[in-house]
């Protein structure tokens, strides 16, 4: 089957790290654009931080910007993301998302909760 499953998710305190990893099978990890996203109750899903298939370039959130850091890991069929500096905003359940471009086809993942909370 086709599956993305996120872990690492927990409670930290206001300034605290974390990292998240995302663990794929059943397709082709190294072609798919692999990416982040989160959601708080309340408020639209919005993404956080991606990757590419092709080189690994990235891109972030402005607001998550030299805080976190989105990792691939090919031979592992792993997307990380290490995430420091953490503030009470950034609590939302994380999704990991892929996608393969060419035949417009996304996996989702069932997502883990980070809570940033004193």
């Known amino acids: 089957q086709v599956q993305l499953v996120e872990s690492g998710g927990g409670l930290v305190q206001p300034g605290g790290s974390l990292r998240l990893s995302c663990a794929a099978s059943?397709?082709?990890?190294?072609?798919?654009?692999m990416s982040w996203y989160r959601q708080a109750p309340g408020k639209e899903r919005e993404l956080v931080a991606a990757?590419?298939?092709?080189?690994?370039?990235?891109n972030y959130a402005d607001s998550v910007k030299g805080r976190f850091t989105i990792s691939r890991d090919n031979a592992k069929n792993l997307v990380g993301l290490q995430m420091n500096s953490l503030k009470p905003e950034d609590t939302a359940v994380y999704y990991c998302?892929?996608?393969?471009?060419?035949?417009?086809?996304?996996?989702w993942g069932q997502g883990t909760l980070v809570t940033v909370s004193s």
């Open positions: 059943g397709f082709t990890f190294n072609m798919y654009d």
């Open positions: 990757i590419t298939s092709a080189d690994s370039s990235t």
């Open positions: 998302k892929g996608l393969r471009r060419f035949y417009k086809r996304e996996v």
